[in-house]
């Protein structure tokens, strides 16, 4: 017996050891760690590698790894769709792993995606999901968290919270006294105090970050000295903007920031009343092919037409720069359309892939929880058989126990029925007492009420009630039924007080003989009368007189 059950062990056992080398075990994890190191000083060759990795074949471990060396790494070709559904994959993995280095690095580098995307808002949200998982003492990335917010916040115009991250980056960057991060956090820094008018100190930032900026490197040189000219310019010093947007043009190499800057050098020469030449430098940056500098430029050369009392000159360049204007619109209106459809196509694209996933992971998960509900069917049948004589010695004593709990029970519940059925006896019994009491004593009001009544008739035989009667009247309805017209005026405020009167005369049942004789009315004028107060008090699904009766 023994040796049969260990022979049906030994096939579920080797199917586990299977299952287990499939799932957590395929043999890549340390070609993933190797492109992760690789990355650092080659990340093109690193790429190259990492894109020939098929992901279908990774365990779930090696797939979260893939997708954050992928996100990590992207380009401008990779589609957001995939990139984001890997992100979603490894960020569930190092969730449940709990391992807060990996998940700082998704959220950080999947918010710089998104915030290239133009999703601001969802980029804001992973920047600080990331500052939730950041490791304190790294001051790189917290270095890196802050400047990436802080260049996000001055996007939103949330200037409280940019001026926050930016001086936390600055902060970081001197705790890792690197100069170059020092100078790059000043630069972003400045943009802060221009943003706010603060000209001054946005200049007293910048030439400090000159100072830290390493002469080699030309064109971030060449960005600070053009933002410089900018601070100039905004508070009309034309020759210092010159000075400085000319020591810009001197180091850099790039196009269409020379056109740029030569745009800038027109508005200091203009600053400085050199018309012509503003005017030739503005028309030289017209040629640059970028739209925001053609705009600029055109506007630049309307007004300073416009100063020169050339009006048709400055309506040409005025059109033209509308013309450009309103293109720079239609195309940040197609980049809005575009991205709704993308999100579209996102979410379309990523129900499909995870159907796709789940079909494709289904049939093989079915199979390997088959195989594990055999092994513990198998398990159980074993423990079962060692436990199968012991329990067929106690058996017997269960039973008994048993039947002898159920007659208790039984008797419990026979006992509480018959306690239940006298407590339901005696309840009936009161309300019948009740409903009799209520008949009685209804009878014996209207023997008091209706001889009042009748008693208030004239000469003529006419019903006239004096507002003593009607008080003694209210009196009673008040003292037999409860305050009956303080609580129907406390539900119905609207009521009037005639109405409260006909409502007392319903509550003691008055016949409709009496009440036409009490109103000088027909009988039926009383029954409209008591249609539109029910209409008044908004009763439905009873007559009036079925509703205060029961009030």
């Known amino acids: 017996m023994r040796y049969r059950w260990y022979a049906l062990l030994l096939p579920a056992l080797i199917v586990l050891f299977l299952f287990y080398y499939d799932v957590f075990y395929s043999g890549y994890i340390e070609e993933l760690y190797r492109i992760e190191k690789m990355y650092n000083d080659h990340p093109m060759e690193a790429r190259a590698v990492l894109l020939k990795i098929d992901p279908r074949s990774l365990t779930r471990k090696e797939r979260a790894l893939y997708g954050l060396l992928r996100i990590k790494n992207h380009s401008g070709y990779d589609s957001f769709t995939e990139l984001d559904s890997l992100a979603e994959e490894a960020i569930d993995y190092y969730r449940h792993a709990i391992d807060s280095s990996r998940l700082f690095q998704l959220y950080y580098f999947k918010g710089k995606i998104l915030g290239e995307k133009g999703f601001l808002v969802r980029a804001a949200v992973h920047y600080r999901k990331a500052q939730e998982y950041a490791v304190e003492n790294d001051l790189d990335t917290r270095y890196l968290l802050s400047s990436s917010m802080g260049r996000m916040y001055h996007v939103k115009m949330m200037r409280e919270d940019e001026k926050r991250a930016k001086l936390e980056a600055l902060h970081y960057a001197g705790l890792l006294n690197d100069s170059l991060l020092l100078g790059q956090a000043l630069i972003e820094m400045s943009g802060y105090y221009y943003g706010t008018g603060d000209y001054e100190l946005c200049r007293g930032v910048l030439k400090q970050a000159v100072r830290l900026m390493p002469v080699s490197d030309k ?102 720069y509308v013309a450009q204007r309103d293109s720079l619109d239609l195309e940040r209106k197609e980049l809005f359309f575009d991205n709704l459809s993308n999100i579209a196509a996102y979410q379309r694209a990523r129900e499909k892939a995870d159907l796709k996933e789940s079909e494709l992971n289904r049939k093989k998960i079915t199979f390997y929880r088959i195989l594990m509900g055999v092994f513990f069917v198998l398990s159980l049948l074993v423990w079962l058989s060692y436990r199968n004589e012991r329990h067929r010695r106690k058996l017997k004593a269960n039973i008994r126990q048993k039947e002898e709990n159920i007659m208790r029970a039984l008797l419990l519940q026979q006992e509480a029925e018959n306690k239940l059925l006298k407590e339901r006896e005696g309840k009936e019994q009161a309300e019948m007492e009740r409903l009799s009491l209520t008949v009685e004593y209804y009878k014996r009001l209207n023997e008091m009420m209706i001889p009042f009544l009748l008693r208030s008739r004239n000469r003529q035989g006419a019903m006239h009630l004096k507002e003593e009667e009607w008080s003694i009247i209210i009196e009673n309805t008040n003292a037999c039924f409860e305050g009956f017209t303080l609580r129907i005026k406390a539900v119905y405020p609207q009521l009037t007080e005639e109405e409260i009167r006909f409502c007392c005369l319903i509550k003691m049942e008055l016949p409709i003989s009496l009440l036409s004789e009490v109103y000088h009315i027909a009988r039926t004028s009383i029954s409209r009368k008591k249609v539109r107060l029910k209409e008044k008090m908004r009763i439905e699904e009873m007559t009036l007189d079925d509703f205060i009766r029961g009030f």
């Open 219 to 320: 064109e971030r040189l060449a960005t600070v000295y053009a933002k410089l000219s900018q601070t100039y310019l905004s508070v009309n010093r034309g020759d210092s903007a010159l000075y400085y947007i000319d020591r810009a043009l001197a180091l850099t190499t790039d196009r269409l920031a020379v056109y740029r800057y030569y745009n800038r050098k027109g508005d200091a020469f203009l600053k400085l009343g050199r018309k012509d030449s503003a005017e030739y430098y503005f028309s030289y940056s017209l040629v640059s092919g970028d739209i925001r500098t053609q705009m600029a430029a055109y506007y630049d050369l309307s007004g300073l037409k416009e100063e020169s009392g050339d009006r048709s000159g400055a309506l040409k360049y005025l059109k033209l």
